[in-house]
């Protein structure tokens, strides 16, 4: 499957002379995105590329795994992975204080929050293809979620959408194929692994 | 938010039109910091509701955690999208028909939103 997934990128680059494209990992706080972008980044190069963490906005800056380097079809590609900030309409450093952190720490943390989702907000020009993943424990339908999917759709960037946490008891990823019917859905476990494969098999059959 | 509960502001679609958009966003977001919270008769793009994300991030401060909004009249799909682009184009800014509800997130919690309907409970208490 690993193997496909490096087609798949060979496939979707391949006519352009830039081999310098970008996947953006997008979706709110909390959905799954830096475990999600650890699991692909392992697979194409053996290394993990952002810090995970139960307290919302941990991913404050676009993590970027530049120019992961693919051979196939007899070339070498290289791909940017990117792991965005968490999307969200409003940042509170009492949120952060609520996890434990002082006071300061937390206000600088929510300084950065801010930063971070305005440039995960400008990257949305930016990207080639993107995952965009959410908890499936989680209402999917959110102004937000609306928001980041529609502004894709307005750039016909192809999107693939990620029903994260199904080992959660409490999961249910039918509600967003519900909210989102209009794009494929795969449902995963980016931090069991669980369904990976399934998700690899999904980008090769749908955006290639 | 004054001391007697949530003052809910309603702007007409006409008074809306006597403004650009990055205008109205900037008289949104006046109002939104002062705790209001602003029932607009009209839809806003997809592109719309990023500016407005965008410009209420950078005005985020320890007073002033952000904004909830709500639409009625979000279309996700690419049929309803293209629907919008043609009405538009035939009726003018018949595109923009619908709501959109944007207050404090420090006031409005509890959101509820369905594709047909939306509600939140206005708190009434500082946090």
Not at chain 1, 78 to 106: C, Q, R, W, Y
Not at chain 1, 147 to 170: F, R, S, W, Y
Request: a negative charge; aromatic letters at 6%; glycine letters at 6%.
């Amino acid at each position: 499957m690993i193997g496909k997934l490096k087609e798949l990128f060979s496939d979707l680059f391949n006519s352009s002379e830039n081999e310098d494209k970008s996947i953006g990992i997008y979706g709110p706080p909390n959905a799954g995105k830096s475990t999600l972008a650890n699991q692909i980044s392992k697979d194409l190069t053996g290394e993990e590329m952002s810090n995970v963490s139960e307290v919302p906005h941990e991913t404050r800056t676009v993590e970027k795994k530049e120019k992961a380097s693919i051979e196939a079809n007899g070339r070498e590609l290289e791909i940017n992975l990117l792991d965005m900030p968490g999307i969200s309409t409003n940042v509170d450093f009492k949120d952060f204080s609520e996890h434990g952190i002082e006071e300061d720490e937390a206000k600088g943390r929510a300084k950065e929050a801010t930063k971070g989702i305005v440039e995960a907000i400008k990257y949305l020009d930016d990207v080639d293809a993107c995952l965009v993943i959410f908890d499936a424990t989680e209402d999917p339908y959110t102004q937000v979620n609306v928001t980041i999917i529609g502004n894709l759709e307005a750039k016909d960037i192809p999107i693939l959408v990620v029903a994260n946490k199904i080992d959660l008891e409490e999961a249910e990823p039918e509600r967003v194929r519900d909210a989102f019917p209009q794009h494929p859905v795969v449902e995963i476990s980016a931090k069991e692994g669980q369904h990976i494969d399934k998700l690899y098999e999904e980008i090769v059959g749908r955006l290639s | 938010m004054s001391d007697d509960g949530v003052t809910i502001e309603f702007l007409s679609r006409e008074k809306l039109s006597e403004n650009d958009f990055s205008d109205k966003i900037e008289t949104v977001l006046e109002k939104v910091r002062n705790d209001a919270v602003l029932v607009l008769e009209e839809a806003w793009t997809p592109q719309e509701k990023r500016d407005l994300i965008e410009s209420s991030m950078k005005q985020v401060d320890e007073d002033f955690p952000g904004v909830e909004f709500m639409g009625l009249n979000a279309e996700p799909s690419k049929i309803n999208r293209a629907k919008r682009m043609f009405f538009s184009k035939i009726f003018n800014e018949d595109h923009r028909r619908g709501l959109t509800i944007v207050g404090n997130s420090r006031v409005m919690e509890k959101i509820k939103e369905e594709r047909d309907s939306v509600s939140f409970l206005a708190k009434l208490e500082e946090a």
